[in-house]
């Protein structure tokens, strides 16, 4: 079976991979059902586990295998990131989160006309579940919690995600060209986390995941990134659990008060971005991203 989808139509994959999708989804769900108490915040973390590995995790690994005789170098897996090129990567983000927040700042404040209220209602009262969601998920002050909670809220979705998107979704996108495989995947990427006031942030935050991968040739650059920018989130949610601080702090870091800092971090990031750039056209080849 290995490769034998290769030289399949877009379409054919497209119903391959959402339907393993759909299989490994029911029986996810099979699974949840035999917990002893579903509400509760261990089930709910066991959920969002088997939501990764049915929806995000396994399916782009299965299908590449069906599609490639090397589904590794499909997927950009089989080049390693250098340390200096690392390095960098996590810098920006770490530069950039002040700009994210000012973004995600910018995006709340859109206010629908009258006729749509009811929407901008349902909209706001997803992003108040998510967010108790994520407080409960972050609860505790123990080591132990703190490293769970990394893996299961910054490493797994990094790897997983990018996956799905940059690995996969991008790469069925490429015929189309780069800017559109960029782009229409980030779009994606953002409305998918049906979270719409923070979809201009993690639409712009998309779109450099893309062209990441497009300039390394390598997923393991885009997962990294991604995976700074959760683990830095989750590493805010423990300082603040333990030493009782308000997340929002740093929520709140880069607008405000701290406007002068978003905007400083906005420019910062720009320099970064292009710095990034000429490194990786230095160091690897002029890299295209194929179907």
């Not at 006729?115 to 407080?135: D, S």
Request: charged letters at 10%.
């Amino acid at each position: 079976m290995k490769g034998r989808y290769e030289n399949s139509s877009v379409f054919v994959k497209l119903l391959q991979w959402f339907g393993t999708m759909a299989l490994l989804t029911a029986v996810a769900l099979v699974i949840y059902r035999f917990l002893p108490n579903p509400q509760s915040v261990t089930s709910l973390k066991i959920l969002q586990l088997l939501q990764t590995f049915s929806i995000f995790l396994l399916p782009p690994l299965i299908v590449a295998w069906l599609w490639s005789r090397q589904p590794m170098e499909w997927l950009y897996l089989n080049r390693a990131v250098s340390w200096k090129t690392g390095a960098l990567a996590v810098l920006l983000m770490v530069t950039a989160l002040p700009a994210i927040n000012l973004i995600a700042y910018w995006n709340q404040q859109m206010v629908f006309p009258e006729a749509l209220a009811p929407l901008e209602q349902f909209l706001k009262r997803m992003e108040e579940t998510a967010a108790q969601l994520i407080e409960q998920f972050m609860q505790g002050k123990s080591l132990w919690g703190f490293l769970g909670n990394l893996v299961l809220m910054a490493l797994l979705p990094a790897l997983s995600e990018e996956l799905t998107f940059r690995g996969v979704l991008q790469n069925l996108l490429a015929k189309r060209g780069t800017a559109v495989a960029v782009w229409v995947t980030a779009f994606i990427f953002s409305a998918i986390h049906l979270q719409f006031y923070g979809f201009l942030p993690r639409l712009l935050m998309g779109a450099l995941f893309g062209y990441a991968l497009f300039w390394s040739k390598s997923l393991w650059l885009p997962v990294l990134m991604h995976f700074t920018n959760n683990a830095m989130v989750t590493c805010a949610y423990c300082v603040a659990n333990r030493y009782g601080l308000d997340i929002k702090t740093v929520d709140n870091l880069g607008t405000g008060a701290t406007l002068w800092l978003g905007i400083l971090s906005l420019l910062l990031t720009i320099v970064w971005i292009y710095l990034l750039f000429h490194h990786l056209r230095r160091t690897t080849d002029n890299p295209t991203c194929k179907e």
